[in-house]
């Protein structure tokens, strides 16, 4: 689980948007990069070369 307040300041590195976390796959996701952060025991791996092409289904869905 994500600290609220961390999550309210964390953006993407990529595209500085705000990232939105989906518990399920427990990953940060950021719409406007299209990329998917992991989280490993409790912490945001906020690295471009860690992230994940999020696909459009999953971009679509999250609208």
């Known amino acids: 689980m994500i600290d609220k307040k961390l999550l ?3 953006v993407c ?3 500085k948007a705000p990232v939105i976390y989906d518990k399920s796959k427990n990953e940060l996701i950021c719409k406007a990069s299209a990329l998917a952060y992991p989280v490993r025991d409790g912490i945001p791996v906020m690295l471009e070369s860690e992230a994940r092409q999020i696909s459009l289904e999953e971009k679509e869905q999250l609208r």
């Open 13 to 15: 590195p990529i595209s």
């Open 8 to 10: 309210d300041i964390l």
